[in-house]
């Protein structure tokens, strides 16, 4: 069965850093990985997914992930935070013949200084 | 506007209540979903659904029911006998064209509190 890990349960960067997030997976093929965002006491939003192909994958509000396959790792990435992106944040695996079932990780929450 | 709605938003349950979540979409995803969310523990597969009249126990299925009569319905059902149901409820859907790797979309979620 797959496995997700954030090894990150917190991080605060200041608005206009570069952030990224980490993402660990365990599955022995090649997986399905995305990324959504949580603001507080709402639904999930997809911000970007790999299926395969390019391992640098871009998304919305300007986020982007590089899948590597030798590190199992799927981090997310973002040049330069704004404070809207204050959030958690959470990686998925899918994997192929077992439906469309999701894995989640534990999540991220990311804090925004001004 | 294509979506997934719940409701309520808010949801307060006296022990020993069975209580219904609701959950609607209009994507015409054939598949759709519900996930329990605690804190720190990311999401949890709680029922799922390919299809009309057919649905598949996830990981924590104890103590819930669902059915699914339409296409756009995938009601969930919190029973007295789930032992600890407060948590925050997520409903998704997706299609299901080659049953694996198809995205799911979530709905704003509804938050069970019982008292």
């Known amino acids: 069965a797959q496995s997700v890990t954030q090894p990150d349960i917190h991080i605060t960067v200041s608005e206009g850093a570069s952030l990224e997030l980490r993402c660990n997976y365990s599955?022995?093929?090649?997986?399905?990985l995305f990324w959504y965002v949580q603001s507080p006491g709402q639904g999930l939003q997809l911000l970007l997914k790999?299926?395969?192909?390019?391992?640098l994958v871009q998304g919305i509000k300007g986020f982007e992930a590089e899948f590597k396959r030798s590190q199992s790792s799927f981090n997310l990435r973002k040049p330069s935070v704004h404070w809207s992106d204050a959030a958690e944040y959470f990686c998925?695996?899918?994997?192929?013949?077992?439906?469309?079932?999701?894995?989640f990780g534990g999540g991220t929450r990311l804090m925004v200084k001004p | 506007d294509g979506g997934i709605t719940q409701s309520p938003k808010y949801l307060f349950r006296k022990e020993g209540q069975n209580v219904t979540l609701s959950c609607e979409q209009n994507l015409n995803h054939d598949a759709m979903y519900w996930y329990r969310q605690d804190p720190g523990q990311g999401l949890r597969l709680i029922y799922y659904?390919?299809?009309?009249?057919?649905?598949q126990k996830g990981d924590i299925a104890e103590g819930y029911s669902v059915s699914r009569e339409k296409k756009e319905s995938f009601p969930l059902t919190v029973t007295s006998a789930q032992k600890n149901p407060t948590a925050f409820y997520l409903c998704a859907s997706s299609t299901w064209f080659s049953g694996s790797g198809d995205t799911q979309y979530f709905g704003p979620g509804t938050r069970l509190t019982v008292l």
């Open positions: 659904s390919q299809i009309v009249n057919d649905f």
């Open positions: 998925a695996v899918g994997a192929e013949n077992a439906g469309n079932m999701l894995t």
């Open positions: 790999y299926f395969s192909g390019d391992t």
């Open positions: 599955y022995g093929a090649t997986p399905y």
